[in-house]
């Protein structure tokens, strides 16, 4: 359950995207752990992202990282101290200490942002153009869009 005291924010659409971000990433490892005990299937793809359950997890951790680190560096505020994601080969067994870190760093770098910061447009490190709220708004699907993969492939595996 996401922390709801954030009261101190400025713009209460950030806080809001930041909690249910919170909820998002706190909903996606249950549902990762699960696959990983069901014996689940990755498809196969290209995508180094999708190489490995650890390698997945890696991904979504170092993605919810990097949308933070992104915002505050556009929108030129302090440096937001959250460490690199665990790499793969020990992302299971730091998980959970890794996403209350992640989600400790998330919780007060935007809260003294108010709505006009977060508009302005800005190229994202992956080249597209997109405003602040946009880019929080990615960071709340992200997870979303994994954990709905995740749950899809254990309903195409259940009997």
């Known amino acids: 359950m996401p922390c709801r005291d954030l009261q101190d924010y ?21 549902v990762w752990r699960e696959a990983v005990r069901w014996g689940v299937r990755l498809p196969t793809t290209d995508d180094p992202d999708y190489a490995s359950f650890p390698t997945l997890l890696h991904h979504v951790f170092r993605a919810s990282r ?6 505050c560096e ?16 020990v992302v299971e067994r730091d998980a959970d200490r890794y996403l209350e870190h992640l989600l400790e760093r998330w919780r007060t770098s935007l809260a003294g942002v108010d709505e006009a910061r977060l508009q302005p447009i800005f190229k994202t490190r992956w080249g597209a153009d997109i405003s602040g709220e ?3 708004e990615h960071a709340v699907v992200h997870p979303l869009r994994h954990r709905f993969q995740l749950e899809e492939l254990m309903e195409r595996a259940s009997p």
Do not use: C, N
């Not at 713009?11 to 809001?16: K, L, M, P, S, V």
């Not at 990097?66 to 915002?71: E, F, K, S, V």
């Open 74 to 89: 556009k929108l030129e505020l302090p440096d937001p101290r959250i460490e690199p994601a665990p790499p793969a080969e």
């Open 10 to 30: 400025r713009w209460r659409g950030a806080r809001a995207l930041v909690l249910i971000h919170e909820q998002s990433m706190r909903e996606f490892l249950p």
């Open 66 to 71: 990097g949308y933070m680190t992104w915002l």
């Open 134 to 136: 946009s880019m929080l």
